[in-house]
């Protein structure tokens, strides 16, 4: 089976708000339907996937029972609480169950995890309120095996723009980095934490494409061509990542993937694929690489389970991609940019 390494999930926020403060429904799995999400430990064996980013997003307050939509900042308290309770699943995870999950720290650690056969898990904050503004709690995040960062949700925060969620829209909503902003990618760049673009509006985009010392990453993203949702990447966008050495995973979730922008379940898997083309033809075969979105977004029917991504592999064959290629974007390209940026 092809192995994936995926650069997005919210399993995590799944766990947390479903009240499993040890994930042992990750591990275990057998569940289905919402309360199920999209990604545990045995569909994601199932699928194939041997590891990946997952993320820490802290939800507005008023997310109970709202939308995911709601762009409203979140304080610091608020998103320390959500990060800290985050960030003890996981450990619990790995604690518990060293033999199937194991929180990563670089890539040799995801490496020695893949051969013993345990789920390689690397840890993102989605959206940096959970850090103070002068940076002092940054180093116990670190500590705790937080090397991927991206500087804002979509929402504003101390540090940069998060791009609202709009379509048809250009990502050019709002103003660039604060000075706590550029701070932040210093210290991303200095400690070895990958900066993730995922959710960044555009003049902050830039700013980091001036500032940053590493290639430019967006960890879950799609095509503005293909679809003119503000979330996705302009050619402008796309040709800085890859004049940087860059690399975007393409995300599942169809609102970002349809030409009309509908969150409709009613999607071909084709879609993804012509996404991942232009990617290729933008990026080149070592910049694209897979950013599910698994239980952070809606996805196709039959395409909305990490046990559904050999249908993804199986896609990419019948289009004509070679097995190197596609081992490339299912997990290589993402184990060569952490090398290149954690170290
Ligand atoms: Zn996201």
């Known amino acids: 089976m092809t192995a994936i390494f995926d650069g997005h999930n919210d399993a995590l926020l799944r766990l947390w708000r479903a009240g499993d403060d040890a994930g042992a429904s990750f591990i275990a799995g057998g569940a289905?339907?919402?309360?199920?999400?999209?990604?545990?430990?045995?569909?994601?064996?199932?699928?194939?996937?041997?590891?990946?980013?997952?993320a820490m997003f802290t939800p507005p307050p008023a997310l109970a029972g709202g939308s995911i939509f709601n762009t409203e900042p979140v304080g610091f308290d608020v998103a320390h609480h959500a990060t800290q309770a985050m960030l003890a699943i996981a450990e619990a995870m790995a604690q518990n169950h060293p033999d199937k999950i194991r929180i990563c720290r670089d890539t040799g650690a995801i490496r020695?995890?893949?051969?013993?056969?345990?789920?390689?898990?690397?840890?993102?904050?989605?959206?940096?309120?959970?850090?103070?503004?002068?940076?002092?709690?940054?180093?116990?995040?670190?500590?705790?095996?937080?090397?991927?960062?991206?500087?804002?949700?979509?929402?504003?925060?101390?540090?940069?723009?998060?791009?609202?969620?709009?379509?048809?829209?250009?990502?050019?909503?709002?103003?660039?980095?604060?000075?706590?902003?550029?701070?932040?990618?210093?210290?991303?760049?200095?400690k070895g934490v990958m900066i993730d673009l995922s959710h960044i509006n555009e003049a902050g985009f830039w700013d980091i494409a001036k500032l940053s010392s590493a290639p430019l990453v967006a960890t879950h993203s799609n095509v503005h061509a293909l679809c003119a949702s503000s979330r996705n990447l302009t050619d402008r966008q796309l040709d800085a990542i890859a004049e940087s050495g860059g690399l975007v995973g393409v995300n599942f979730a169809v609102g970002f993937l349809r030409a009309d922008g509908r969150r409709d379940a009613n999607t071909p898997l084709e879609i993804l694929v012509r996404h991942i083309d232009y990617l290729l033809e933008r990026l080149g075969e070592s910049g694209v690489a897979l950013g599910s979105d698994f239980d952070g977004a809606e996805m196709a029917a039959g395409f909305d389970s990490a046990a559904h991504l050999p249908k993804l592999v199986t896609a990419l064959r019948g289009h004509g991609y070679d097995d190197a290629l596609i081992a490339r974007i299912c997990a290589d390209n993402w184990l060569a940019m952490l090398e290149k940026t954690l170290g």
Request: hydrophobic share 45%.
């Open 32 to 54: 289905t339907g919402d309360s199920g999400g999209q990604i545990d430990l045995p569909r994601a064996r199932a699928g194939g996937m041997v590891g990946g980013l997952f």
């Open 112 to 190: 020695a995890a893949v051969d013993a056969g345990a789920l390689a898990m690397m840890l993102h904050i989605e959206g940096a309120e959970t850090i103070k503004a002068d940076l002092r709690n940054f180093d116990d995040l670190y500590a705790r095996g937080v090397r991927s960062l991206g500087v804002v949700w979509s929402r504003d925060n101390a540090f940069a723009c998060g791009v609202p969620f709009r379509f048809p829209s250009s990502p050019d909503i709002g103003g660039g980095l604060t000075g706590a902003g550029r701070d932040l990618v210093r210290a991303c760049n200095a």
